[in-house]
């Protein structure tokens, strides 16, 4: 299967700072990118999806001034959490996918924690 | 009506033994659906694909879609322990252009 990396794996930041994951697609172009959060022992859930060179598609009830979302390149998605507080502790998930087929791969995700 | 519905479990098995995990969608129109499986704090990882009715063998794992009933299944043959995890069905929704995932079912296979 494809590749998909994310970088911090795990990154504590205090209340009101920002945090900035990167995602990146090693072995293939990824078209279209997706950014997912999890809480403990529940569902993923699917915050936005972006196109590469296109404003990102946020889903209902995220806030696009909070998680602010890059898709420059065809390898390269960053998130970043703005003002981060508490409340953004989370586990977030990068899923990346190709042009042609549907399949699509995960990140091995970042914890953020923040105090 | 939710549009993929898995039975979230536990399903639990004795090791060795075949772990039937099943999937009810929707959408009449859904043409492609994948399995993950997802350990405790980890991402999901792709295991199975199937676009098409009948049956897809990887390994041990064997992917079975039947859109008439839409109903798609994963068998696990020799189940091990560390094959304990949460398996999530999904499908592609072209509409969306997103995946749509089940909540998931937990797998839990003894010694």
């Known amino acids: 299967g494809a590749v998909v990396s994310q970088h911090p794996s795990r990154v504590i930041c205090k209340s009101g700072t920002s945090v900035k994951i990167e995602c990146r697609s090693l072995?293939?172009?990824?078209?279209?990118m997706f950014w997912y959060r999890q809480f403990p022992k529940q569902s993923l859930m699917l915050m936005a999806t972006?196109?590469?060179?296109?404003?990102?598609?946020?889903e209902q009830g995220v806030e696009k001034d909070k998680f602010l979302i890059n898709h420059a390149s065809l390898t390269l998605s960053t998130l970043t959490v703005t003002s981060a507080h508490p409340e953004d502790s989370s586990f977030y998930i990068c899923?990346?996918?190709?042009?042609?087929?549907?399949?699509?791969?995960f990140g091995p995700g970042t914890r953020l924690t923040v105090t | 009506q939710k549009e993929v519905e898995q039975n979230s479990g536990p399903l639990s098995v004795p090791e060795g033994a075949i772990a039937s995990l099943n999937c009810t969608y929707s959408?009449?129109?859904?043409?492609?659906f994948f399995w993950y499986r997802q350990y405790s704090g980890k991402s999901p990882e792709l295991i199975m694909s199937?676009?098409?009715?009948g049956d897809q063998e990887d390994g041990r794992f064997t992917a079975q879609l039947n859109k008439a009933s839409q109903y798609v299944s994963l068998l696990i043959r020799d189940s091990q322990p560390s094959d304990s995890a949460t398996y999530l069905c999904?499908?592609?929704?072209?509409?969306?252009?997103?995946?749509?995932f089940g909540a998931g079912t937990r797998l839990a296979v003894h010694p």
């Open positions: 999904a499908l592609f929704s072209g509409g969306y252009n997103k995946l749509i």
């Open positions: 072995d293939f172009q990824a078209t279209t």
């Open positions: 959408d009449r129109g859904s043409q492609s």
């Open positions: 972006s196109n590469e060179g296109s404003k990102a598609t946020y």
């Open positions: 199937i676009y098409s009715n």
């Open positions: 899923s990346a996918r190709g042009s042609i087929r549907r399949e699509q791969y």
